[in-house]
Nanobody
């Protein structure tokens, strides 16, 4: 069983930055593909970014939805069992609840994730 706890959300002006963190409990964190998703009011949950598992390697592949490429960066620290989402150049349309997710195996578009956090609110004022 894996528990995920997000933090770092808040209120920021357009153009500002936030860094979200997702701390994972349990073993074998480095074996999980980690993802960030978001859900805005009245909208479906959508994929934001993912980082591949990196067991036995320092390299992880990263993936982003088009709307955040060049502005958001996902990274992981396996020693701390934590995945991060650095968000720069925030826009009003980035306002949403952001969720962390973990899943065994490799990344693929639209894949299912096994574990989810409770979410953290990000609000960008214009």
């Amino acid at each position: 069983q894996v528990q995920l706890v997000e933090s770092g959300g808040g209120l920021v002006q357009a153009g500002g930055s936030l860094r979200l963190s997702c701390a994972a409990s349990g073993r074998s964190f480095s074996r999980f593909t980690m993802g960030w998703f978001r859900q805005a009011p009245g909208k479906e949950r959508e994929f934001v970014a993912a980082i591949s598992w990196s067991y036995g390697s320092t390299y992880s592949s990263t993936y982003y939805t088009d709307s955040v490429k060049g502005r958001f960066t996902i990274s992981r620290d396996n020693a701390k069992n934590t995945v991060y989402l650095q968000m720069n150049g925030l826009k009003a349309e980035d306002t949403a609840v952001y969720y962390c997710a973990a899943g065994g195996g490799s990344y693929s578009p639209g894949r299912e994730y096994d574990y989810w956090g409770q979410g953290t609110q990000v609000t960008v004022s214009s």
